[in-house]
């Protein structure tokens, strides 16, 4: 079986080698014969015509003596007859008893004036002969040539024929054979060449010699998979490409077929549903949400872009689903998780109602105190409500001041100049800004600083409006009249600390963290509730932070509070 | 006997221009600083119309609202919601607790009387 090819080549090769064998054999055999025998018949001719003139022209010689001599010359039997056809003289029988030849063929021929031949067995001795007669004046010659030595001599051409046939057979089949063991093994190697691309190993090559057609079909398969493999490296590469693009995409994409089963999914997908996607497993397994399911369902039916709104594929989270037809059936679905891009957005419209809250509020003092005094110019209240006036546009210039900042720092937009400060100069000159509010609140101030402290480097502005916010903050939560601030400065190693201690009411452990946040401020009714914007100690922290230190509080309720900041020392690094 | 009104507004400067309207348009003020305040004074005097602001330390003005409203005796005090938050959302949600009027800040103080004498007479 496996050398079907060698074998239907071999057998033919025997056929065609056998056939040819023998018809070259037979028409070999055929053409030398009838050579022979025209050579013959031609010779013997040429013998009787000599001896028909030998009889015209010998008187020495009896005829009887010319054919004994002719016969044994020609090595063929002499016969001389007259023209009557009675046999004159004979090389090998006595004339008289033979009968008359005139109706012999070759004679008849003779006698009428022309060489004539003829082959036949001979009536006397029974085999066959070649007879030849030429015409002499008062009758005729003929000389009779032994067919049977022909024959003899044939039938040994004819074995060496065979013989030298069946050696060139032999080396013909052999030399047929090894070819076709040689082509079949080529054509064997190209049929395993390709069974091994069938199955998918597309690395195999025939690597053959490019001697003839089969050498043309090798190269052009060696070809072609070399093709289909660089093809396949390419589709290859680039689906790895795009599973790693996926993969390190944020949303979540998942491909459905037409008939919702899960194809395919990403890493972001996989991890979003707790129990793993299941490929080839229906959809509904995976994402139980109905506005998911039938956004992918109308994306499917409508061969449309559908999108929506999912909020129960994973609790509290909410996703923002589009589907997108494939161009094969199913879609590819991508979910993004809306939840951060929801809470800033949230954080930017909370941010934005409590700036125009803020601003509003002052606003209104001034717009209802101002329309009042231009109704009534002359009230006696009329001092102090031009006093709140001038407060509550002060709290409007702050506060859009602070807004600026704020949006400074948030876009990192801040251009802050950092030079070497001496941070008992900027206590010193914060204290000494604030001096008329601890004066008018009776608050006693105590400030506790060494001589000399190492530089920090940093924006003496921001850091004068830091020491400010925390100054004013203390002020404002001190009980006026008892109120007491102290603030202190010390050098760490490496860091410059500054506390600023209170003997307000304190902030509770709850409210410490929430205080730094924008627009978070906790009231009390008990004293004067802050009227700051809620901007102040997160502006202040941002700042410290930017410059490398820390702002925190240390407050129990009842007990004032202490804010602190670190800034580290340029000399230290 | 003129009737009497609650500011309750935790900002001072406000309160000051509120009662000085007020005063003027002849009402016997009253002042609450927070939401438990606010409660406690209508116990105390019963006010014809309460000015509510919406952001108060303690217990919002909506909350002060809505607690009024659960008392049947107290089913004819006029609410008048202030706000500096002007979002339909919020003034939908002060409607909502019972108030009469929502009025947003900064407001004109010609507008705002106004609006205060016509709630008190149309009773």
């Known amino acids: ?573 | 006997m003129s009737k009497k009104i609650l500011i309750a507004d935790d900002e001072p400067n406000i309160v000051v221009a509120l009662e000085y309207l007020l005063r003027r348009g002849g009402y016997e003020v009253h002042i609450a600083r927070n939401g438990d305040e606010a409660l406690r004074q209508v116990e105390a005097h019963v006010p014809d119309l309460v000015l509510l602001d919406v952001m108060m330390p303690q217990r919002s003005g909506y909350d002060v609202c809505k607690r009024m409203r659960e008392r049947p005796d107290w089913r004819h005090i006029k609410i008048v919601m202030l706000s500096a938050k002007g979002r339909d959302a919020e003034v939908n949600r002060g409607l909502a607790a019972g108030a009469d009027l929502y009025v947003t800040k900064p407001f004109s103080t010609r507008e705002f009387i106004e609006k205060i004498n016509g709630l008190l007479d149309s009773r």
Not at chain 1, 139 to 149: H, K, N
Not at chain 1, 222 to 246: C, N, P
Not at chain 1, 491 to 514: F, S, T
């Open chain 1, 1 to 573: 079986m496996k050398n079907r090819i060698f074998f239907k080549m071999l057998a033919v090769f025997v056929i065609v080698i056998g056939v040819t064998a023998v018809l070259f054999d037979v028409m070999l055999g055929r053409a030398w014969e009838a050579s022979l025998r025209s050579q013959i018949e031609r010779d013997l001719t040429q013998k009787t015509l000599l001896f028909a003139h030998r009889v015209g022209t010998d008187k020495t010689h009896s005829l009887s003596e010319i054919a004994a001599q002719e016969g044994q010359a020609a090595g063929a039997r002499a016969t001389i007859i007259d023209a009557n056809g009675n046999v004159l003289a004979d090389s090998e029988a006595v004339p008289s008893s033979m009968e008359n030849h005139a109706n012999r063929a070759e004679f008849a021929a003779a006698l009428s004036g022309k060489t004539g031949s003829n082959e036949r067995r001979s009536a006397t001795l029974g085999i066959p002969f070649l007879y030849v007669a030429a015409p002499i004046s008062g009758g005729a010659v003929r000389l009779a040539y032994p067919l049977s030595e022909i024959d003899a001599v044939q039938t040994e051409v004819r074995r060496r024929l065979l013989w030298g046939s069946l050696v060139a057979f032999l080396i013909a089949l052999l030399i047929a054979a090894s070819w076709s063991v040689w082509t079949a093994r080529r054509l064997e190697r190209i049929v395993d060449v390709a069974a091994h691309i069938e199955r998918g190993d597309l690395r195999a090559r025939v690597n053959a010699a490019p001697l003839d057609e089969i050498g043309r079909v090798a190269a052009a398969i060696d070809k072609t998979a070399g093709q289909i493999e660089r093809s396949f490296a390419a589709v290859r590469s680039s689906q790895r490409q795009l599973e790693t693009l996926l993969n390190s995409m944020q949303d979540a994409v998942i491909a459905i077929s037409a008939d919702g089963l899960v194809r395919w999914a990403n890493q972001p997908m996989d991890q979003l549903v707790p129990q793993r996607t299941r490929l080839n497993a229906p959809v509904v397994e995976t994402i139980r949400d109905p506005d998911f399911l039938a956004t992918v369902k109308a994306a499917t039916s409508s061969k449309e872009v559908r999108t929506a709104r999912a909020t129960s594929i994973v609790p509290g989270r909410a996703f923002d689903v589009t589907a997108a037809p494939l161009p094969e059936g199913g879609v590819v679905a991508v979910l993004r998780d809306l939840t951060e891009t929801e809470r800033v957005e949230k954080t930017r419209r909370d941010f934005i109602a409590n700036v125009s809250h803020e601003l509003r509020t002052p606003l209104t003092s001034i717009r209802a105190l101002t329309e009042i005094l231009l109704d009534d110019p002359e009230i006696e209240q009329r001092k102090k409500f031009l006093g709140i006036i001038t407060k509550e546009s002060e709290r409007l210039t702050r506060l859009i001041n602070q807004v600026l900042d704020l949006s400074k720092i948030e876009s990192g937009k801040a251009e802050w100049q950092a030079t070497n400060v001496d941070m008992t100069a900027v206590i010193s000159d914060t204290v000494a800004a604030m001096s008329q509010v601890f004066q008018e609140r009776h608050i006693e101030v105590k400030v506790k600083a060494p001589d000399r402290v190492s530089p920090v480097a940093v924006d003496v502005d921001r850091i004068i409006q830091v020491m400010l916010n925390l100054l004013s903050n203390a002020a404002k939560f001190c009980e006026s009249g008892k109120g007491r601030i102290e603030i202190a400065l010390s050098e760490q190693a490496r860091n410059l600390r500054v506390d600023v201690r209170d003997n307000g009411p304190g902030i509770d452990p709850k409210d410490q963290a929430i205080i730094f946040d924008k627009f978070r401020q906790v009231g009390d009714t008990l004293t004067d509730k802050p009227h700051g914007s809620g901007l102040g100690l997160h502006i202040s922290r941002r700042i410290v932070e930017h410059f490398g230190g820390r702002l925190w509080v240390e407050s129990s309720r009842g007990r004032g509070a202490c804010f602190s900041f670190t800034l580290p020392t340029g000399a230290g690094a």
